[in-house]
T-cell receptor, first 110, second 114 residues
Framework: QKEVEQDPGPLSVPEGAIVSLNCTYSNSAFQYFMWYRQYSRKGPELLMY????GNKEDGRFTAQVDKSSKYISLFIRDSQPSDSATYLC??????????FGTGTKLQVIP | EPEVTQTPSHQVTQMGQEVILRCVPISNHLYFYWYRQILGQKVEFLVSFYNNEISEKSEIFDDQFSVERPDGSNFTLKIRSTKLEDSAMYFC????????????FGEGSRLTVL
């Protein structure tokens, strides 16, 4: 079993839709949960960061972590074409290097 | 807003040539990284650097690669004898702390090896 699993997509949604991006992980030692966003031909950028279980909201973005089921979600409300990018979930232990999977490619259609 | 800057944005080189990719991290950051991304693939960790030495490196980072912080601002990645498979986008990143995992990435340097 891979340590982190994320559906690679692509996921196509109409503008204005609510998007749900999900990740599962197997390592119960993970405590830090991040979502990075990568636009085509650009470097990743940190979008959301949470520590342990719970929800965190930032504008149209909400990150959810359920440590009991080892499930991470990112919700995007009122999705915009500018949200079209690859979204990378990065759970990790503290002081561990940041490693990326293939992420989920999202396309928001105008 | 402070940012990580990388030069060159694109470099074309012949196989076997040496290449130096340059990065200026965010000024108060202490941790520096190089990642690479082959077209269509995931971003891969190469090396991390702290306190003027390598703190961790991946199996990709073999003897043809080296990193240096020659002065107080630049952070360089040298590829000694480039191979075709070194063609990729190379991203430099820096962070203030290693615990948070918040990395700030540059725009990348595209390396094409012919």
């Amino acid at each position: 079993q891979k340590e982190v699993e994320q559906d690679p997509g692509p996921l196509s949604v109409p503008e204005g839709a609510i998007v749900s991006l999900n990740c599962t992980y197997s390592n119960s030692a993970f405590q830090y949960f991040m979502w990075y966003r990568q636009y085509s031909r650009k470097g990743p950028e940190l979008l959301m960061y949470t520590y342990s279980s719970g929800n965190k909201e930032d504008g149209r973005f909400t990150a959810q972590v359920d440590k009991s089921s080892k499930y991470i979600s990112l919700f995007i409300r009122d999705s915009q074409p500018s949200d079209s990018a690859t979204y990378l979930c990065v759970p990790r232990e503290g002081y561990q290097k940041v490693t990326f999977g293939t992420g989920t490619k999202l396309q928001v259609i105008p | 807003e402070p940012e990580v800057t990388q030069t060159p944005s694109h470099q074309v080189t012949q196989m076997g040539q040496e290449v130096i990719l340059r990065c200026v991290p965010i000024s108060n950051h202490l941790y520096f990284y190089w990642y690479r991304q082959i077209l269509g693939q995931k971003v891969e960790f190469l090396v991390s650097f702290y306190n003027n030495e390598i703190s961790e490196k991946s199996e990709i980072f073999d003897d043809q690669f080296s990193v240096e912080r020659p002065d107080g601002s630049n952070f360089t990645l040298k590829i000694r004898s480039t191979k075709l498979e070194d063609s990729a986008m190379y991203f430099c990143a820096s962070s203030e702390s290693v615990s948070t995992g918040e990395l700030f990435f540059g725009e990348g340097s595209r390396l094409t090896v012919l």
